[in-house]
């Protein structure tokens, strides 16, 4: 049903249609997901790098609602575009493109080009979305992000995605929504050059750069998704309940 509004969408006019999207995709996120925001202090009042985990084509949207009203551009593969359904949803928020993989450093100009700009820009290191739940090996490109643009890096953790949009290699266009908790964290801020110590004597220092920027990722997870950095990763304290914390935003519950 939802794929056929999606393509009924697509006819509008870019503005309208972009509206459209929003009020539909929040809707289904009201309906079918609570949502859980911690740490919301920890986030900067200046243009900042954020530095996520990626589980799902429904991390985009569900990180753009946590970080409301603030604006944030997210880094996305450009494969999004080959469907009408993810297409649109990326649509519905500010996105640079990018062909993960790829020799093509310009998206990420663009991205620091943004933060010097003023503005604020989301990135998923690992460059694809981890079929395990797991963290898998970052891409050397978010250090090199970071490092020129000199803002503050913010490690975001994501849980739930993979269970509310599980991912459908076969038609990502029609990949389905189910019943799900989610929960956003936030952690404390970091600057590039206080990561200096932990990549000394490293073989790639470009890689070992990221790495310690993903570490700080996985600090944030529980100890099921954090992957290849769990080694390095120090037990993460147990996530605290919704009614503990007023920085909490559920969606309306999901019926029973």
Known sequence: MIHNVFSLLARLPERPRRAAVRRLMDTVWNLRTTQQVIGRENIPDEPCLFICNHL?????????????PRKVYFLAGIKLQTTVMTRLGTEAVDTIFIR??????????????????????????????????????????ASLIARRAGVPVVPVALTGTEK????????????????????????PPFRMNELEAETI????????????????VAELLPPQYRGVYADSTPEAEDEPLASEHPETQPSPAPSR
């Open 56 to 68: 799902s084509n429904a991390d985009g949207f569900t990180l753009d609602r946590a970080l409301r």
């Open 100 to 141: 993960p993989n790829s020799a093509d450093i310009e998206p990420l100009k663009r991205a620091v080009e943004t933060l010097k700009a003023g503005h604020s820009v989301l990135i998923f290191p690992e460059g694809g979305r981890s079929r395990t739940g797991a963290l898998t090996q970052a891409k050397k490109g």
């Open 164 to 187: 509310f949009m599980p991912i459908d290699d076969r038609d990502m266009g029609r990949e389905q929504v189910r019943r799900a908790h989610l929960t956003v964290r936030f952690g």
């Open 201 to 216: 004597g490293a073989e790639d220092p470009r890689q070992a750069l990221t790495d310690a920027m993903m570490r700080r």
